[in-house]
T-cell receptor, first 110, second 114 residues
């Protein structure tokens, strides 16, 4: 499976935008880019996914580089509830489950 | 809709004891999974079931067995618990293709083996 690289932790202020980077230089053409997050003491939850084009949903936006070797999860206006570990995961056809790395621990300051 | 429900939420075992973690979903998931998460780590796949009646090993299957009882239920059994199995266990499921869909997780079962 292609590997992703994320910063161990990031800090941001409440009500400001947050840009969470992910590098995936060995991504293959059919790999989808998924983001999940895990709030404290909870199971992971889906955030967003994309293949080539940028994507928006009610939770976040996903910006995918033109060469697909990196992507950025954008939280437009962080709240304290967004403090979590964010996982960037590549999923290919026929994948059996998700492979989680250590993710980025996002800290939100009031 | 209850979603993905795990029981028990907490359990303490002594080394050598056995127990079963239960998972049930009411979201019509074809595929179901069991993961474990150790402190400060990402989740690791133990076993999965792509459909009713089938099960396959994941990354860390040793010491565990699973049963896909029906489409709704997927249980994880520890036959002889060891301290190394102290962890938080998550059940998950999805419908359709994983790469274009969404994996739904339960709230977790925290297991301590003394």
């Amino acid at each position: 499976d292609a590997k992703t690289t994320q910063p161990n932790s990031m800090e941001s202020n409440e009500e400001e935008p947050v840009h969470l980077p992910c590098n995936h230089s060995t991504i293959s053409g059919t790999d989808y880019i998924h983001w999940y997050r895990q709030l404290p003491s909870q199971g992971p939850e889906y955030v967003i996914h994309g293949l080539t084009s940028n994507v928006n949903n009610r939770m976040a936006s996903l910006a995918i580089a033109e060469d697909r070797k990196s992507s950025t999860l954008i939280l437009h206006r962080a709240t304290l509830r967004d403090a979590a570990v964010y996982y960037c995961i590549l999923i290919r056809g026929g994948a059996d489950g998700l492979t989680f790395g250590k993710g980025t621990h996002l800290i939100i300051q009031p | 809709n209850a979603g993905v429900t795990q029981t028990p939420k907490f359990q303490v075992l002594k080394t050598g004891q056995s127990m079963t973690l239960q998972c049930a979903q009411d979201m019509n998931h074809n595929s179901m999974y069991w993961y474990r998460q150790d402190p400060g780590m990402g989740l690791r796949l133990i076993y999965y079931s792509a459909s009713e009646g089938t099960t396959d090993k994941g990354e860390v299957p040793n010491g565990y067995n699973v049963s896909r009882l029906n489409k709704r239920e997927f249980s994880l059994r520890l036959e002889s618990a060891a301290p190394s199995q102290t962890s938080v266990y998550f059940c998950a499921g999805h419908q359709g293709l994983l790469r274009t869909g969404e994996l739904f997780f339960g709230e977790g079962s925290r297991l301590t083996v003394l």
